[in-house]
T-cell receptor, first 116, second 109 residues
Framework: DVKVTQSSRYLVKRTGEKVFLECVQDMDHENMFWYRQDPGLGLRLIYFSYDVKMKEKGDIPEGYSVSREKKERFSLILESASTNQTSMYLC???????????????FGEGSRLTVL | GQNIDQPTEMTATEGAIVQINCTYQTSGFNGLFWYQQHAGEAPTFLSYNVLDGLEEKGRFSSFLSRSKGYSYLLLKELQMKDSASYLCAVMDSNYQLIWGAGTKLIIKP
C-alpha cells in the first residue's frame, strides 16, 4: 500500500513564525502536491512537483514555498505565517511522468495548522 | 471560469440508496474523480470516469454524461460507515484537478 506521511497532525504557531510541513512517501511516485482544505471550499492547489528539485505554482502559491531535494520528500514552507493561513494542509502523491497523468491521488492524513 | 457544483449536505437512512450529484464547467475534460473523506481523515479514491456511462464497484457506482457536464455517485445499501464527505473533482485540459467543495453525507439509523 502507498503510504504518505505528514510530519505533524496538529500545529499551533504564532503570526510571523516560519513553519515547515513535511511530507514523505514510500512508493517512488514522481508527482507530489500540496493542497489546503477550508470549509465550504474545494481543495486548492498550492504547489506541485513532477520531479526532484522541480516545482510548479498551483492556484494559491502566495505566502508559501516548497522544497523537493529528494524524490520521497516534499516540504511546504510558510516563511512568515499569517492568520489567514490557518487551514488543513494535505499532501498527495501520484505515479507517472509528464503532463498526461490521469491516475488517482494518494493523500496523507493532513496537517491542521492554527496561526494565532 | 471553472466550476464544480455539488450539494453541501445530504441525509439518508441506513439501508437505503442515495445519489450525490456533481455538475461541472471546465476548460476541457480529462476525467472525473470521486473521493471519500471521513471526518479528520485523508480523502481516499472511489472512482474515475472518462467515458459516458455507469461504472459499478460493489455498493458504489459512478455515472458520467460529458455532454451534460454531469456526474453522480450512487451509494446502495447504506451503512453507518458511509457517513463522510464525498468530493467530486474534474481533470481539465491541462491535467489539473478542479475540486468541488464536497457533499457531507449523514446516515441515520
Amino acid at each position: 500500500d502507498v503510504k504518505v506521511t505528514q510530519s505533524s497532525r496538529y500545529l499551533v504557531k504564532r503570526t510571523g513564525e516560519k513553519v515547515f510541513l513535511e511530507c514523505v512517501q514510500d512508493m517512488d511516485h514522481e508527482n507530489m502536491f500540496w493542497y489546503r482544505q477550508d470549509p465550504g471550499l474545494g481543495l486548492r492547489l498550492i504547489y506541485f512537483s513532477y520531479d526532484v528539485k522541480m516545482k510548479e505554482k498551483g492556484d494559491i502559491p502566495e505566502g508559501y514555498s516548497v522544497s523537493r531535494e529528494k524524490k520521497e520528500r516534499f516540504s511546504l514552507i510558510l516563511e512568515s505565517a499569517s492568520t489567514n493561513q490557518t487551514s488543513m494542509y494535505l499532501c498527495a502523491t501520484k505515479p507517472g511522468t509528464g503532463d498526461e497523468v490521469t491516475g488517482e491521488l494518494f493523500f496523507g492524513e493532513g496537517s491542521r495548522l492554527t496561526v494565532l | 471560469g471553472q466550476n464544480i457544483d455539488q450539494p453541501t449536505e445530504m441525509t439518508a437512512t441506513e439501508g437505503a440508496i442515495v445519489q450525490i450529484n456533481c455538475t461541472y464547467q471546465t476548460s476541457g475534460f480529462n476525467g472525473l474523480f470521486w473521493y471519500q473523506q471521513h471526518a479528520g481523515e485523508a480523502p481516499t479514491f472511489l472512482s474515475y470516469n472518462v467515458l459516458d456511462g455507469l461504472e459499478e464497484k460493489g455498493r458504489f457506482s459512478s455515472f458520467l454524461s460529458r455532454s451534460k457536464g454531469y456526474s453522480y455517485l450512487l451509494l446502495k445499501e447504506l451503512q453507518m460507515k458511509d457517513s463522510a464527505s464525498y468530493l467530486c473533482a474534474v481533470m481539465d485540459s491541462n491535467y489539473q484537478l478542479i475540486w468541488g467543495a464536497g457533499t457531507k453525507l449523514i446516515i441515520k439509523p
